[in-house]
């Protein structure tokens, strides 16, 4: 049973981001990179923002209950601004390594667009916050131990998978609209990445009352899914020429 949870959980959480990798990006060594580095850069923040969370937590007295649940908010919610901090220096960092590849090329053009750019860059922010999110999650999960044994909910588990899916989403979906923000100086665009960061954040304080954060996350995921596809070009117009195509070659074969 606990093997069916760990693979289970494991496929929910991650088997998304992995097809997407494996479709999109595995076969240019370029975009490899850039995941990886993207990847990187969120490492980067987790490590300022644990460093920070950590001394606050020893120079604080560790026997005030209401003091700790504070500092674990401010942990939360900074660890999210360090985030969107580091995502924009590495849109910085990708967009002046553009500009070199498009200099040294023979038609003064780059290998990647910045749409692209987005897009890896958020699936590797995502990725890595996913595997941290989840990773001592599914070693529990191996057992031994049985889930809500003492009274805690059983779908522990399963709603965790669910949170950390959405999240890697998330992350892929914000980097491709914080980086159309900042190519247009939409500054605004970069806010609502910001804020949406910081709300979703907040309402994973909720659980385990499992009710009042996942669906609001999955709503908040449905629309940025929606709001990435605009800013990546897509249209209504190219959405319904790919499903008539899809028709029309359905009915062929």
């Given at each position: ?87 924009f220096a590495y849109y910085r960092l990708l967009?002046?390594a553009n500009e070199g590849l498009a200099a ?150």
């Amino acid at each position: 049973m606990t093997l069916a949870v760990f693979f289970g959980c494991a496929f929910i959480a991650f088997g998304p981001s992995f097809a997407l990798f494996v479709f999109t990006i595995a076969k240019d060594p370029l975009r490899v990179i850039i995941l990886i580095a993207g990847a990187f850069f969120w490492l980067l923040s987790l490590l300022l923002s644990s460093l920070v969370w950590f001394i606050a937590i020893k120079a604080s007295n560790s026997q005030d209950l209401s003091l700790q649940r504070g500092l674990l908010i401010f942990g939360v919610f900074f660890s999210v601004l360090l985030q969107e901090v580091f995502r924009f220096a590495y849109y910085r960092l990708l967009r002046k390594a553009n500009e070199g590849l498009a200099a040294i090329s023979d038609d003064d053009s780059s290998a990647i667009s910045v749409r692209q750019m987005a897009y890896v860059a958020g699936l590797g922010f995502g990725i890595m916050s996913g595997a941290f999110s989840m990773i001592n999650i599914l070693s529990d999960s191996l057992g031994p131990g049985t889930v809500g044994i003492f009274g805690d909910s059983q779908y522990y588990f399963i709603t965790a998978a669910l949170m950390t899916l959405a999240l890697t989403l998330l992350h892929t979906f914000w980097g491709v609209v914080f980086f159309e923000g900042c190519e247009k100086s939409r500054w605004w665009v970069i806010a609502a990445v910001v804020s949406l960061h910081l709300l979703v954040a907040g309402l994973s304080l909720l659980n385990p009352l499992y009710e009042g954060s996942l669906p609001p996350v999955y709503v908040i995921t449905l629309l940025m899914g929606v709001w990435a596809f605009f800013s990546s070009g897509g249209s209504l117009h190219s959405l319904n020429a790919f499903c008539t195509r899809r028709k029309a070659e359905a009915e062929s074969s």
